[in-house]
Antibody
Framework: EVQLVESGGDLVQPGGSLRLSCAAS????????MDWVRQAAGKGLEWVGR??????????QYAASVNGRFTVSRDDSKNLMYLQMNGLKSEDTAMYYC?????????WGQGTLVTVSP | DIQMTQSPSTLSASVGDRVTITCRAS??????LAWFQQKLGKTPKPVIY???TLESGVPSRFSGSGSGTEFTLTISSLQPDDFATYYC????????FGQGTKVEIK
């Protein structure tokens, strides 16, 4: 069974840093394109960043709103993906979801909550 | 980046109605178009992927179609469990979501 479990969400002050993790099970991570998606309370879904699969040399992409502050990485040997978030702003407050893609289909984790507040 | 525009933003309908939600892309996209259903406080649930492929376990009253820049999600006969917010997403490269369509009880 495919399962994604996010962790690392917390309350952090503006300007601070946080690292989220996504643990995958039931599949081999290196075949999958992996995304981070976030959703602020009462708002729509926003794609944050992507790490492509082994065939694409694990290339990364970012939304303009986080480019230069957030970094997506993965450790396929541990079946883990990460989101390093630096220079956090109040507008980064959201539920963060890990999403995996294979053959056009996707699977979502349950999310981890990040709150940026003094 | 490709912009995705959904319409309508809110849709009021009754059980048994046929419902159609439209998603327009700012430029032509290939086949990487998905639809998600989200209920309050829950994780988004994939409904359709690759424009028209029904996700496993999703009822056959849901269907997707379209090409180029215009795509639709249709619910042939709305059921009580279908009242939710629906999002489209292009996911080939630099993914983007539509702003969502809330399907509410009329």
């Amino acid at each position: 069974e495919v399962q994604l479990v996010e962790s690392g969400g917390d309350l952090v002050q503006p300007g601070g840093s946080l690292r989220l993790s996504c643990a995958a099970s039931g599949f081999t991570l290196n075949d999958h394109v992996m995304d981070w998606v976030r959703q602020a309370a009462g708002k729509g879904l926003e794609w944050v960043g992507r790490t492509k699969n082994k065939d694409s040399n694990y290339a990364t992409q970012y939304a303009a709103s986080v480019n230069g502050r957030f970094t997506v990485s993965r450790d396929d040997s541990k079946n883990l993906m990460y989101l390093q978030m630096n220079g956090l702003k109040s507008e980064d407050t959201a539920m963060y979801y890990c999403v995996s893609w294979l053959s056009g289909r996707c699977f979502w984790g349950q999310g981890t909550l990040v709150t940026v507040s003094p | 980046d490709i912009q995705m525009t959904q319409s309508p933003s809110t849709l009021s309908a009754s059980v048994g109605d046929r419902v159609t939600i439209t998603c327009r892309a700012s430029q032509s996209i290939n086949t990487y178009l998905a639809w998600f259903q989200q209920k309050l406080g829950k994780t988004p649930k994939p409904v359709i992927y690759l424009i028209s492929t029904l996700e496993s376990g999703v009822p056959s009253r849901f269907s997707g179609s379209g090409s180029g820049t215009e795509f639709t999600l249709t619910i042939s006969s709305l059921q009580p469990d279908d009242f939710a917010t629906y999002y489209c997403q292009q996911y080939e490269d630099h993914p983007t979501f539509g702003q969502g369509t809330k399907v509410e009880i009329k």
